[in-house]
């Protein structure tokens, strides 16, 4: 049997956790500004330079990909014929999911 005192002490215990917890959120809510602004922590790249190096990335693996295809004799893969296939890829995707959901 648990007496009084023990009652007492988690229900304090239990009190004063719930009590900071709510002061911290009212305090955030309140205090001007976003984390980042208290923090000065700025992104280290814009959307435009993200844009742009993604763009990049995608040209050097083309690049990539068609010198592998020519060192083996096929041609060249243009980036129409590379999201035709990536389109491609993702319907039979698509199908193999629906299928597998229908057998379930």
Request: net charge negative; glycine share 6%.
């Amino acid at each position: 049997m648990v007496g009084p005192a023990a009652v007492s002490y988690v229900v304090a215990s239990t009190g004063l956790v719930l009590l900071m917890a709510l002061a911290l959120g009212v305090l955030g809510l309140l205090w001007p500004g976003n984390g980042a602004a208290q923090l000065d922590w700025r992104p280290s790249r814009t959307p435009e330079q993200a844009a742009a190096d993604e763009i990049e990335d995608l040209q050097q693996m083309l690049h990539a990909t068609n010198e592998r295809r020519r060192r083996r004799g096929a041609d060249d893969l243009t980036e129409d014929e590379l999201q035709a296939r990536v389109l491609r890829d993702r319907a039979e995707e698509a199908r193999r999911i629906a299928a597998r959901e229908a057998d379930a």
